[in-house]
């Protein structure tokens, strides 16, 4: 079982900046894509960015030129710098990872975001 862990989320005023971290339990080496999902109250959840093994990334129109998602393999952590921040970006972030033997997708438990003033 593979465990993950955000953290780093709190209340930001518009145009600020947040730095989410999200700590695996094992090797993030073997996973072929982690992400950054976010849902905000009454709304679907939503894909906010990809990375997958190679490093390439992807992300969500709605955060492009402002978020950047990255990973440390060292550490075992994933992370999403949040610029420029907007009201539209409140939600509870979670962290995935994606493994193939076996076939896989794991969650953290979230961490909240707030942009307000």
């Known amino acids: 079982q593979v465990q993950l862990v955000e953290s780093g989320g709190g209340l930001v005023p518009p145009g600020g900046s947040l730095r989410l971290s999200c700590a695996a339990s094992?090797?993030?080496?073997?996973?072929?894509?982690m992400g950054w999902h976010r849902q905000a109250p009454g709304k679907e959840r939503e894909l906010v960015a990809t990375?997958?093994?190679?490093?390439?990334?992807v992300y969500a129109d709605s955060v492009k030129g402002r978020f950047t998602i990255s990973r440390d393999n060292a550490k075992n952590t994933l992370y999403l710098q949040m610029n420029s921040l907007k009201p539209e970006d409140t939600a509870v972030y979670s962290c995935?990872?994606?493994?193939?033997?076996?076939?896989?997708?794991?969650w953290g438990q979230g961490t909240q975001v707030t942009v307000s003033s």
């Open positions: 094992r090797s993030i080496g073997s996973f072929t894509a």
């Open positions: 995935t990872a994606d493994s193939l033997a076996p076939p896989q997708r794991y």
């Open positions: 990375i997958i093994r190679g490093g390439s990334a």
